[in-house]
């Protein structure tokens, strides 16, 4: 079990410590909200040369899912306050996934999606995510509580405001990709293409040293998140009272799945 000291301990040194002195996100400077350990997701398996993003535009400019994301499937961890996201995280730093599965935590900031602290693990089979969920699942009950929520879904959150049915995955419960949809496709590449070229994503692959000054940004917004939404866990990690910024985050405080 990975107890409320173990957690201030792990981040209290450097290279993790978290800087007494927190950004004024106020001031409209650039911050992190998410951390993320694994694979890239530039390099699964079948990647689209765009990446995530042009599959988002597709979405965000015709309301239609890329076929891509119906192959992706995710299991989503809800932690109950900022002390389990910060456990959640060291999870992820120690845990053995079948292939090193992209995993990130962060804060929900979205007014347009349920829920407050999560944490997901990417697959791109439901046979795979089953397999992640035992894994996770174990881990999760044993190194924070088995009272913690864990569950499977497909693909991003924003496709499921348009499509409910999206996000469910079984055998009576699985939306199928339109084929109608891949002119949409289509018309968003040749958009891409003809604004950037020959790019491809694919290639990029980013050295992550451990906590860059993003991800030391990002535990800052969380802890900063936690005091804004009237969770009081923050103070066992950073020590002392923050100053709540009433529009950093949307209330209420509910962790919801």
């Known amino acids: 079990m990975i107890t409320d000291h173990d957690v201030v301990q792990y981040?209290?040194?450097?290279?993790?410590?978290?800087?007494?002195?927190?950004?004024?996100?106020?001031?409209?400077?650039?911050y992190?909200?998410?951390?993320?350990?694994?694979?890239?997701?530039?390099?699964w398996e079948n990647a689209h040369r765009y990446g995530c993003g042009?599959?988002?535009?597709?979405?965000?400019k015709h309301k239609v899912i890329p076929k891509y994301c119906f192959g992706c499937i995710k299991v989503v961890i809800y932690p109950r306050n900022v002390?389990?996201?910060?456990?959640?995280?060291?999870?992820?730093?120690?845990?053995?996934?079948?292939?090193?599965?992209?995993?990130?935590?962060?804060?929900?900031?979205?007014?347009?999606?349920?829920?407050?602290?999560k944490g997901f693990v990417y697959?791109?089979?439901i046979e795979?995510?089953?397999?992640?969920?035992?894994?996770?699942?174990?881990?999760?009950?044993?190194?924070?509580?088995?009272?913690?929520?864990?569950?499977?879904?497909?693909?991003?959150?924003?496709?499921?405001?348009?499509?409910?049915?999206f996000s469910k995955v079984g055998e009576t419960e699985f939306m199928s990709y339109n084929d109608n949809w891949q002119g949409y496709e289509d018309a968003v590449d040749n958009e891409i293409a003809s604004k950037y070229g020959d790019i491809d994503l694919r290639s990029i692959n980013k050295a992550r040293t451990?906590?860059?000054?993003?991800?030391?940004?990002a535990m800052q917004f969380w802890l900063?998140?936690?005091a804004t939404i009237g969770d009081s866990s923050y103070i066992k990690i950073f020590g002392t009272t923050i100053r709540p910024v009433p529009d950093l985050v949307r209330p209420p405080f509910n962790n919801t799945i």
């Open 11 to 30: 981040f209290k040194q450097p290279p993790r410590r978290i800087p007494l002195k927190l950004i004024d996100y106020r001031k409209g400077e650039k």
């Open 32 to 43: 992190a909200r998410q951390i993320s350990r694994g694979i890239l997701s530039n390099k």
């Open 54 to 60: 042009r599959h988002l535009d597709v979405f965000a």
């Open 83 to 117: 002390v389990e996201l910060f456990k959640l995280l060291m999870i992820f730093e120690m845990i053995m996934l079948p292939a090193d599965n992209t995993r990130k935590c962060m804060v929900e900031v979205r007014d347009y999606i349920a829920g407050t602290y």
């Open 123 to 125: 697959s791109r089979s």
């Open 128 to 165: 795979e995510a089953n397999e992640i969920y035992k894994i996770i699942r174990l881990s999760i009950s044993e190194n924070i509580s088995p009272d913690v929520a864990v569950a499977i879904k497909r693909g991003c959150s924003e496709y499921e405001t348009v499509y409910p049915e």
């Open 210 to 217: 451990l906590y860059s000054p993003n991800e030391i940004m």
């Open 224 to 226: 900063r998140y936690a």
